[in-house]
């Protein structure tokens, strides 16, 4: 019972370590700034700007449970993402519901006699989504 616990303990910790962020660099990488620098624009700044990483991510292991939160979750880390790439802003392409699994339970019960049998049964099964969105890293100056 205590490998069983200690498997299911490994794997739920690696699950919420997965944290999917992932970039490709378009342009060049500038040195590192604050996530809280990091701006979200919705349609291209109106000034000059240069574009640095294409950036993927979810919220994924967020522990959020609100489609609110999900969202959150996604715009903070596209902001650290594109932090680390030293962009200060990230032009957002697209924030949606993605399919992430599912979870499901079910129970039964069986009653036997000399002459006859009785049997039924339950289940409940729930989808699980997470959201996943997509973003410009761009340095928005004139430097």
Excluded: W
Excluded at 27 to 47: H, L
Excluded at 65 to 85: H, M, N, P, W
């Amino acid at each position: 019972m205590r490998r069983i616990k200690a498997t299911l303990v490994a794997a739920l910790l690696v699950f919420m370590g997965a944290c999917t962020t992932s970039h490709v660099m378009i342009g060049k990488a500038r040195p590192p700034i604050s996530p809280e620098q990091v701006v979200i624009y919705t349609r291209p700044p109106e000034m000059p700007y240069e574009e640095i990483a294409r950036i993927d991510t979810s919220s994924q292991g967020s522990f959020s449970f609100t489609a609110q939160g999900k969202t959150d979750a996604v715009i903070r880390r596209l902001k650290e993402e594109a932090a680390k790439l030293g962009a200060n802003g990230v032009l957002l392409e697209g924030i949606g519901d993605q399919a992430s699994g599912s979870v499901g339970t079910g129970g039964g019960s069986t009653s036997y006699s000399s002459h006859s049998s009785v049997g039924g049964g339950v289940g409940i099964g729930v989808g699980l989504t997470r959201k996943a969105g997509s973003g410009l890293a761009i340095y928005v100056g004139n430097d």
